[in-house]
């Protein structure tokens, strides 16, 4: 499955930005998708996953700010982020995977095999 996360920009604290995750001839249906972020010196941290069955998890860092959704082909996965701080400045990555991973093992890069190229996010103050 090829990915490519794209929609990443220069914004100011408080505004909102949309990233879009498309994958090329296939579609989300069967599919686990995640987003990541990885910023400067740091490890890459899970944001936010969607199982097949439609359930959502938010780390919370984000809840209550970022939001994911699907488009009615399910071929895009979007990740609405509202309410920026200069803390969510990173380079964003979505990641998909056949088989979800559950329990901490959602929280590991390496669960999954599929990944987007990844889209800057810089969040000015």
């Known amino acids: 499955v090829q990915l490519q996360a794209y929609g990443g920009g220069l914004v100011q604290v408080g505004d909102s930005l949309r990233l879009s995750c498309a994958a090329s001839?296939?579609?989300?249906?069967?599919?686990?998708v995640a987003w990541f972020r990885q910023a400067p010196g740091k490890d890459r941290e899970l944001l936010a996953i969607?199982?097949?069955?439609?359930?959502?998890y938010y780390v919370d860092s984000v809840k209550g700010r970022f939001m994911m959704s699907t488009d009615d082909a399910k071929t895009t996965v979007y990740l609405q982020m509202n309410d920026l701080k200069s803390e969510d400045t990173a380079v964003y990555y979505c990641?998909?995977?056949?088989?979800?991973?559950?329990?901490?093992?959602?929280?590991?890069?390496?669960?999954?095999?599929?990944w987007g190229q990844g889209t800057q996010v810089t969040v000015s103050s």
């Open positions: 990641a998909a995977d056949h088989d979800p991973p559950f329990g901490s093992q959602k929280f590991k890069p390496s669960s999954y095999h599929n």
């Open positions: 001839g296939y579609s989300f249906n069967n599919l686990a």
């Open positions: 969607t199982w097949r069955h439609g359930n959502t």
